[in-house]
């Protein structure tokens, strides 16, 4: 046997034992016949399956030729059943606009005033819905989207009843938009605690608790919220008289915009306090606070030491011995320890006096001045700061937002305000010590000069 005929048996063999079972495969060839031989079993099997692969391909022709013919039969059933059903909705059609058209012959101008009535149902659903009054009566609002969404469908009309209470509803809501009243309530408090609570309703306006604090109606969730933030001064304390009140007038700060949100409240909640607008001033405010006060301690401890060297003066001049308690008395004790000086030496002697005195006078009036420019100009570096930080924001974040703006703004300003009110009482106290130590330094001026003039007169006459 040649060698390539011994390659091509192989071949042969190796391309017969893919297609030969396992049972087969597993056997090994002990020699060439052997070999042929697997070969041609595999041959066989091969065949075999093939041609069991083309009887189960004719079946499933077979099979999927009925398919297809009883696919087409159920396709042309439901053809029919769609032209039959296409015939009764027009049929429906002609019927429902027949029955459309006999129900508005019997409506007649009947449909004019179901049309108002739903138009004010609507109304006055979104009004409770809204309303402090759906905190006491809860539920009202539902009723009406009922009646609504019954007349909206056109094949049911509203009944008498149903009528009536939607003109029992409205008559009701205005009675009690202009009744105070108690009644109890779960309050929802700012930390997130439920508590039943007596509350008092003033008509649609607010809402306040047996605590005196106000409360917000929430239409959503149809409760009663404390405010996490309660207006500041008197308007508690009139809360909780009127809630403790029962009769008469008392005073209550009602927010008149109540019904449409309660807008005035929260604008007078909002508005920052005193010591927030203090605060708002940073560090350029704490440091124009701390020179004011400075300036208002100083100017007060001069006004007493002044007073007291005021009436110690006023009592030297009814005095005919010099006192050295007092400025005027130290100045006359030079004249009495030289009453036989000469009338310019004497003249000098008491300038000398006067000017030693004077100091001790006006001390801390400079002061006084100096915050009194300064602070204004403090306010001012403050505000111009502030405006910087405002303008950057601005940069950052855009000028989409009025309010933002402007509350930075005013912030920025609020310096200046404190700057001025520490400048005017400054000037004003600054003039008033001033007007003091004056005063007692022309006492002096003129008793220093009544003394030259009597020592002169005395020289003249000796």
């Given at each position: 046997m040649s060698i390539k005929l011994v390659k091509a048996v192989a071949a042969t063999a190796f391309a017969g034992l893919l297609t030969i079972s396992t049972g087969a495969v597993a056997q090994e060839a002990q020699s060439l016949d052997q070999l042929l031989e697997f070969v041609k079993r595999g041959q066989v099997n091969a065949a075999q399956e093939n041609r069991e692969r083309e009887q189960r391909f004719a079946k499933d022709k077979a099979n999927q030729a009925a398919e297809l013919k009883r696919a087409e039969a159920e396709r042309t059933r439901q053809e029919q059943i769609s032209a039959d059903l296409e015939g009764k909705f027009e049929e429906n059609e002609l019927q429902v606009a027949a029955k459309q058209q006999q129900l508005r012959e019997k409506l007649g101008t009947l449909s004019e005033l179901f049309g108002h009535l739903t138009s004010s149902a609507?109304?006055?659903?979104?009004?409770?819905?809204?309303?402090?009054?759906?905190?006491?009566?809860?539920?009202?609002?539902?009723?009406?989207?009922?009646?609504?969404?019954?007349?909206?469908?056109?094949?049911?009309?509203?009944?008498?009843?149903?009528?009536?209470?939607?003109?029992?509803?409205?008559?009701?809501?205005?009675?009690?938009?202009?009744?105070?009243?108690?009644?109890?309530?779960?309050?929802?408090?700012?930390?997130?605690?439920?508590?039943?609570?007596?509350?008092?309703?003033?008509?649609?306006?607010?809402?306040?608790?047996?605590?005196?604090?106000?409360?917000?109606?929430?239409?959503?969730?149809?409760?009663?919220?404390?405010?996490?933030?309660?207006?500041?001064?008197?308007?508690?304390?009139?809360?909780?008289?009127?809630?403790?009140?029962?009769?008469?007038?008392?005073?209550?700060?009602?927010?008149?915009?109540g019904p449409t949100g309660g807008s005035y409240l929260s604008a007078l909640i909002n508005s920052p306090t005193l010591e927030e607008r203090w605060h708002q001033g940073g560090y350029v405010g704490y440091a124009i606070t701390a020179v004011g006060v400075f300036a208002l301690i100083l100017a007060v401890w001069r006004l007493i030491v002044l007073t007291i060297v005021g009436g110690k003066v006023s009592a030297q001049l009814k005095s005919d011995k010099a006192n050295t308690n007092n400025p005027l008395g130290r100045v006359l004790k030079i004249h009495e320890d030289n009453p036989n000086m000469d009338t310019e030496t004497l003249e000098l002697k008491l300038s000398e006096g006067i000017l030693k005195e004077t100091p001790k006078l006006e001390s801390g009036l400079t002061v006084l001045k100096i915050i009194a420019a300064i602070a204004p100009l403090?306010?001012?570096?403050?505000?111009?700061?502030?405006?910087?930080?405002?303008?950057?924001?601005?940069?950052?974040?855009?000028?989409g937002d009025p309010k933002a703006m402007a509350g930075g703004i005013s912030s920025a300003l609020v310096t200046t305000v404190l700057g001025l009110l520490v400048a005017i009482p400054v000037v004003l106290l600054h003039t008033f010590v001033n007007g003091r130590a004056q005063r007692i330094v022309h006492i002096l001026d003129e008793q220093t000069t009544g003394i030259i003039a009597e020592h002169t007169e005395a020289n003249l006459r000796s």
């Open positions: 609507g109304d006055l659903a979104r009004n409770l819905e809204n309303s402090l009054t759906s905190a006491e009566y809860p539920g009202r609002e539902a009723f009406l989207k009922e009646l609504i969404e019954k007349m909206s469908q056109s094949d049911k009309l509203p009944s008498i009843e149903e009528i009536e209470r939607v003109w029992y509803e409205m008559n009701r809501e205005m009675v009690e938009s202009g009744r105070v009243v108690s009644f109890d309530a779960e309050v929802t408090k700012p930390n997130g605690d439920k508590l039943q609570q007596r509350v008092v309703r003033v008509g649609t306006f607010n809402v306040v608790s047996d605590e005196g604090k106000y409360l917000s109606y929430q239409p959503g969730k149809g409760s009663l919220e404390e405010l996490a933030r309660q207006p500041s001064g008197s308007y508690q304390s009139w809360a909780k008289s009127l809630v403790a009140s029962s009769g008469g007038m008392n005073k209550f700060g009602v927010d008149p915009t403090m306010g001012l570096l403050g505000t111009v700061t502030g405006m910087i930080i405002t303008f950057q924001a601005i940069t950052i974040f855009g000028a």
